[in-house]
């Protein structure tokens, strides 16, 4: 149930921004390379990895257009390697503007995931202080 209404508002995003009057089109992943960054913490290295893509389109004049982007390893399009197709949209006015669902699906989970954390985080620093500000008392 809760998939259908998550469907529902990005039909009403895709509306708001006039992305459904885009020129659908496959789009084929030109190239995919996993991205290794190296983190260092108090406990000591850690690394996290994305999937760095290059996706390749022909727009109506018949010209190839290129985008990149690049997904975190939770995303289930960090499993996209090359020569694999993808459905996308791109603006028939600027044809290297394009507009793929399951990318903006990643973004915002992952901009979810972080809201959350950050909120946890700020929980958990404010009980704290009051701990702190009671104890005092």
Same mark, same amino acid.
């Given at each position: 149930m809760w998939q259908t209404k998550a469907i529902m508002l990005i039909e009403i995003w895709e509306r708001l921004r006039g992305y459904d009057k885009w020129v659908q089109t $496959?789009?084929? %992943?030109? !190239?995919?390379?996993? $991205?290794?960054? %190296?983190? !260092?913490?108090?406990?000591?290295?850690?690394?996290?990895?994305?999937?760095?893509?290059?996706?390749?389109?022909t727009d109506r004049q018949g010209e190839k257009q290129y985008a990149d982007f690049s997904v975190p390893e939770d995303s289930p399009l960090y499993q996209l390697v090359g020569g694999e197709t993808v459905t996308i949209r791109y603006d028939p006015a600027k044809p290297e503007r394009f507009y793929f669902r399951e990318l903006m699906k990643t973004r915002v989970h992952t901009l979810f995931q972080r809201t959350i954390a950050s909120l946890i985080f700020i929980g958990i620093f404010l009980l704290l202080s009051w701990f702190s500000w009671v104890t005092r008392k």
């Open positions: $496959e789009a084929k %992943v030109e !190239s995919s390379q996993v $991205e290794e960054t %190296v983190h !260092s913490t108090r406990y000591g290295i850690v690394y996290s990895y994305a999937s760095g893509d290059i996706l390749i389109w």
